[in-house]
């Protein structure tokens, strides 16, 4: 029996190794000769053996699972709408304070004290409809640092929550967005350097939903917190007391026994039978999610539902599954129909370690999410799902990628101890712009795991990708049909896998961020950057914001006074005129204009090569405030 389970995972494997090697044939391998020498060069440490025993508890016992109601994180109003002095249209103002707060988590044990966007976590909802900007003052009234990175825009660099372009306790900084996007459920976390994970895990993450007519106009579920769910997972670890563990010196992973869906461990929803739109986002520090639903009295038998929407809004049509994979800062949107459970209780349940991808800790209740509790009584439901939800865009509108080269190749590794991307970690700021793309360009970066003793979601600032392959020595789900059906800005890298991603760089140039996803391989220090680089030549001068620490928009010091009071920079009148100030240096208002010349620039020029100046390293020290333009 052992002969034959050896013989037929060696052939598994065999077979793996032949479908990768025909998955490579398909692309010319074109990396930078100084990336393939990196690549050679790197000497990866021995994940030894990562599966553990499962625990039943590391905190202290939760005693009551599924008796709490859902929270539903409120939606933020904004404080001002200003009229934007070029485009004439509106720019919404919000303001949020990032302050300390306490949630008794255990009803016998001491309240968990935590730091939340506006003293709440999640932090509040915001809800924008496409084509109006915002501005949002983001105050540090905590005891540490913050940076803010609104996950999935196209910001200009110096709003994208460059991890050093950092705000101070006692400072604040006015953060500007463009929300031009469809329809899309982005999040809004910190991204300071080296203490994210410890900033996300007390709080700092919430979501931002993007509405526009054309997803109005489908029918879905709608309804924010009534029939149209955010669903925030979370994992952590308390202490003895009540109070949340701090995550600071955890350098492998952090995964938490204790799972929280809108900051409330395992609650319930009380739903209608009817069809609901759930948004899930995984805004745990490092545990991945395998979701699937069930009947209480029938935990074997999955419940199957559609997938709606990827990380960047709507899919072209609903694809069906029974389970879904759930990365860290991935999101996934789902309908699922409850009209044939009236009077029964459904649960949402996760498969430990992914099914084999994950490396996961697990607990004795990890498995669990949340509950459903469907009320008996028979309702309306005028709610549709239409077969097709939108236009496939570029580049998932051509079936064969417009680039047939790997552009780039990154390998996300351990060294000493240390995350890295090619031996490089964000602290080693002479190397860490790893590509050099000319803005425009599409290219497909090959994205690798070799390992089976980790696993990582990676995220790429700035831009949406195709996901084109998946493939791995023991790897064999390949790309899943639902990641296929939108475009994505987090991949997972499961045990061992290889992921080829297609992204148009565009529409900004400037230096943007990629970076595991698991907080604390982030922060120690599994982060690069990409410089999207000035097209020359294209006959269009347009305003410039490359540089993510351009000290024009660095945070600014407030006394605590004028904020209370609102006085000083918190006045109505001064806030008009820091809003029209931004404005009028145009960080967004050129984008058509931008894209339309982008779009024919492609045309004319579909094969267009990188451009050779890009592969020539700097020659000598390049002063600080051009210090990331090449
Ligand atoms: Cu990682």
């Known amino acids: 029996m052992l002969f034959k389970l050896t013989h037929l995972s060696l052939g598994?494997?065999?077979?793996?190794?032949?479908?990768?090697?025909?998955?490579?044939?398909?692309?010319?391998?074109?990396?930078?000769?100084?990336?393939?020498?990196?690549?050679?060069?790197?000497?990866?440490?021995?994940?030894?053996?990562?599966?553990?025993?499962?625990?039943?508890?590391?905190?202290?016992?939760?005693?009551?699972?599924?008796?709490?109601?859902?929270?539903?994180?409120?939606?933020?109003?904004?404080?001002?709408?200003?009229?934007?002095?070029?485009?004439?249209?509106?720019?919404?103002?919000?303001?949020?304070?990032i302050k300390p707060f306490t949630q008794a988590v255990y009803p016998t044990l001491r309240p968990a004290r935590l730091v939340?966007?506006?003293?709440?976590?999640?932090?509040p909802t915001v809800m924008v409809p496409r084509g109006t900007e915002s501005v949002i003052r983001f105050i540090n009234n905590a005891d540490k640092e913050n940076s803010v990175h609104l996950h999935g825009s196209p910001s200009r660099a110096p709003f994208d929550g460059w991890a050093d372009d950092l705000t101070f306790p006692g400072e604040y900084k006015d953060y500007y967005f463009p929300n031009n996007q469809a329809a899309r459920f982005l999040w809004y976390h910190d991204h300071a350097v080296h203490i994210t994970a410890e900033n996300a895990n007390f709080g700092q993450a919430g979501a931002y939903l993007i509405t526009d007519s054309a997803e109005d106009a489908l029918g879905l579920p709608s309804g924010y917190g009534e029939f149209d769910i955010p669903l925030v997972l979370a994992s952590k670890y308390y202490n003895e007391d009540g109070t949340l563990q701090s995550v600071l010196g955890e350098e492998q992973s952090s995964w938490g026994d204790v799972i929280h869906v809108n900051g409330q461990p395992w609650p319930f929803l009380n739903v209608q039978p009817r069809k609901y739109r759930l948004r899930f986002l995984n805004a745990a520090l490092s545990r991945n999610f395998a979701l699937y639903f069930v009947k209480s009295s029938a935990q074997n038998t999955r419940i199957p539902f559609q997938v709606i929407a990827t990380d960047a809004g709507l899919t072209t049509h609903p694809v069906q599954t029974s389970d879904l994979?759930?990365?860290?800062?991935?999101?996934?949107?789902?309908?699922?129909?409850?009209?044939?459970?009236?009077?029964?209780?459904?649960?949402?349940?996760?498969?430990?370690?992914?099914?084999?991808?994950?490396?996961?800790?697990?607990?004795?209740?990890?498995?669990?999410?949340?509950?459903?509790?469907?009320?008996?009584?028979?309702?309306?439901?005028?709610?549709?799902?239409?077969e097709v939800l939108r236009a496939p865009t570029?580049?998932?509108?051509?079936?064969?990628?417009?680039?047939?080269?790997?552009?780039?190749?990154?390998?996300?590794?351990?060294?000493?101890?240390?995350?890295?991307?090619?031996?490089?970690?964000?602290?080693?700021?002479?190397?860490?712009?790893?590509?050099?793309?000319?803005?425009?360009?599409?290219?497909?970066?090959?994205?690798?795991?070799?390992?089976?003793?980790?696993?990582?979601?990676?995220?790429?600032?700035?831009?949406?990708?195709?996901?084109?392959?998946?493939?791995?020595?023991?790897?064999?789900?390949?790309?899943?049909?639902y990641e296929a059906a939108g475009l994505k800005d987090v991949v997972w890298l499961g045990r061992h896998e290889t992921v080829l991603v297609e992204a148009h760089y565009a529409p900004w140039d400037g230096v943007y961020m990629f970076h595991c996803h698991n907080l604390i391989h982030e922060d120690h220090d599994m982060m690069a950057a990409f410089n999207v680089t000035q097209l020359s030549n294209w006959g269009y001068n347009e305003t410039d914001f490359s540089d993510p620490e351009d000290p024009r928009f660095s945070a600014r010091p407030y006394n605590r006074a004028d904020l209370t009071g609102r006085a000083g920079p918190f006045t109505e009148q001064a806030i008009e005129e820091t809003v029209r100030d931004l404005a009028l240096l145009q960080p967004y208002s050129q984008l058509e204009e931008v894209e339309e010349l982008l779009e024919e620039a492609w045309r004319e020029n579909p094969n267009q090569k990188r451009d050779e100046r890009c592969e020539q390293p700097a020659a000598g020290p390049i002063p600080r405030y051009r210090r990331f333009v090449v």
């Not at 202290?60 to 001002?80: A, D, F, Q, S, T």
């Not at 939340?116 to 932090?123: A, C, K, Q, R």
Request: hydrophobic share 35%; charged share 25%; proline share 8%.
């Open 12 to 97: 598994l494997m065999i077979l793996n190794r032949s479908y990768a090697q025909s998955v490579r044939d398909k692309y010319t391998v074109q990396i930078p000769e100084s990336e393939r020498l990196a690549l050679e060069g790197i000497v990866e440490d021995d994940p030894g053996d990562q599966m553990s025993i499962m625990k039943d508890w590391e905190s202290p016992e939760y005693p009551l699972i599924y008796r709490n109601p859902l929270p539903i994180p409120p939606v933020l109003e904004p404080k001002l709408k200003i009229t934007n002095p070029v485009t004439g249209k509106e720019i919404w103002y919000y303001e949020m304070e």
């Open 116 to 123: 939340g966007y506006n003293g709440i976590s999640p932090g």
């Open 325 to 386: 994979y759930v990365s860290v800062a991935e999101r996934y949107e789902i309908v699922f129909d409850f009209s044939g459970f009236a009077g029964q209780t459904l649960e949402l349940k996760n498969f430990p370690q992914a099914n084999g991808i994950g490396t996961d800790d697990d607990y004795e209740h990890t498995d669990k999410v949340m509950r459903f509790v469907v009320s008996s009584d028979p309702v309306q439901d005028d709610s549709r799902v239409p």
């Open 394 to 481: 570029a580049p998932l509108e051509t079936n064969s990628p417009a680039s047939t080269g790997i552009d780039h190749h990154f390998r996300f590794h351990r060294h000493n101890s240390e995350w890295r991307i090619n031996d490089v970690g964000f602290a080693d700021e002479k190397n860490r712009i790893l590509a050099k793309v000319p803005r425009g360009k599409i290219e497909i970066w090959e994205l690798e795991n070799g390992s089976g003793g980790w696993t990582h979601p990676i995220h790429v600032h700035l831009v949406d990708f195709k996901v084109l392959e998946r493939y791995g020595s023991e790897s064999t789900r390949g790309v899943m049909p």
